[in-house]
């Protein structure tokens, strides 16, 4: 059974960083892709940020050019960063790990908050 614990939400003001930080741990070579989620309040789950097993990264229009995904995978345990800077009150939400394994299995975590204002 795999675990997703994310870790590094908080409150910052406009124009500041976060790092976000999730680890997938529980099978050793389990995990293809590994993504960043958020969902701010009455809005839908939406894609932040993706990276492939070879490294390979892609992001949403709206964080592009200020948000950095890194991946660092270790036998049974697969951790993938989200760097976020120059953060603007409209990324406030709620960020969710996934990690999606090799059989199709997708393994979410319990989500961080981030908040960005004044």
């Known amino acids: 059974q795999m675990q997703v614990v994310e870790s590094g939400g908080g409150l910052v003001q406009p124009g500041g960083s976060l790092r976000l930080s999730c680890v997938a741990s529980?099978?050793?070579?389990?995990?293809?892709?590994m993504k960043w989620y958020r969902q701010a309040p009455g809005k839908q789950r939406e894609l932040v940020a993706g990276?492939?097993?070879?490294?390979?990264?892609?992001?949403a229009d709206s964080v592009k050019g200020r948000f950095t995904i890194s991946r660092e995978d270790a036998n049974a345990k697969f951790t993938v960063n989200l760097q976020m800077d120059s953060l603007k009150p409209e990324d406030t939400a709620i960020y969710y790990c996934?990690?999606?394994?090799?059989?199709?299995?997708?393994?979410w975590g319990q989500g961080t908050q981030v908040t960005v204002s004044s």
């Open positions: 996934l990690a999606e394994g090799i059989y199709g299995t997708s393994y």
């Open positions: 529980g099978r050793p070579f389990s995990i293809n892709d």
């Open positions: 990276i492939t097993k070879g490294g390979s990264a892609n992001y």
